[in-house]
């Protein structure tokens, strides 16, 4: 009898033990907000806010950067090899040379659509965190004057004098290249022309092209 009091004493002792445990940590909604900062949370999400952001200007770097180094890797392969080609081997090397600035001026599309995307990730970032700002304005006084950037202020998502757009700029100007000399060498291979108002025309009109889509990308 003794054994089983010895025992009844441990669970119920237990089971308030859990009880409590539970009423800590799983109050009414009411009760919890009083155990949490909300400047706290507000201050993590804007600093992985920042990062995005951060992150987004190093991303577009980096993408740009690869294509530029590719880009002049395969030209200075090209000029500083030494070909021996045979006399009935021209066509092959003509086709060769197509497909090959073929694959730069693809790369250079995707690159342009990755620099866009990521632009468009970055201009989130901005407004994300200007959505931060606008609540401690609007909570406390006398901080209008201390953000220079807000969502009326900030820079817009199209910005023709940003860097991200001039290095937009320089990968479709390399793209458009690329295309022309494909289309240029696709001419030679197929009637043997020299012809350079082809492939002028083909480079101009992808130039304009690639533009166009960066614009619509970022509306």
């Known amino acids: 009898m003794e054994q089983e009091n010895w025992l009844t004493r441990l669970i119920r002792a237990i089971g308030d033990s859990a009880r409590q445990l539970w009423e800590d940590h799983a109050a009414p909604g009411a009760d919890m907000s009083t155990k949490l900062d909300p400047d706290q949370i507000l201050i993590a999400e804007y600093n992985y806010i920042a990062q995005t952001a951060f992150q987004s200007n190093e991303d577009r770097a980096r993408v ?32 060769g040379f197509a497909g090959l ?14 620099l866009a995307r990521l632009r468009s990730a970055w201009f989130d970032s901005i407004q994300a965190m200007n959505r931060i700002k606008d609540y401690y304005i609007d909570h406390i006084e006398g901080l209008e004057d201390a953000f220079a ?19 937009a ?11 022309a000399a494909a289309v240029f060498f696709l001419a030679q291979a ?22 166009d889509l960066y614009r619509g990308a970022l509306k």
């Open 149 to 167: 950037w807000r969502n009326a202020s900030a820079p817009k998502k199209l910005k023709l004098n940003s860097v991200g757009f001039l290095l």
């Open 190 to 211: 197929i009637s043997g022309s020299t012809w350079l108002l082809p492939a002028f025309a083909a480079g101009t009109i992808f130039f304009l092209i690639q533009l």
């Open 64 to 95: 740009a950067s690869f294509y530029l180094v590719s880009f002049s890797s395969f030209i200075a392969a090209i000029l500083t090899y030494q070909f021996n080609i045979a006399p009935g081997q021209q066509g092959w090397v003509r086709w």
């Open 169 to 179: 700029l320089q990968v479709a100007l390399l793209g458009s290249t690329s295309l």
């Open 101 to 114: 600035f073929s694959a730069l001026t693809l790369l250079g599309l995707l690159t342009l659509l990755q």
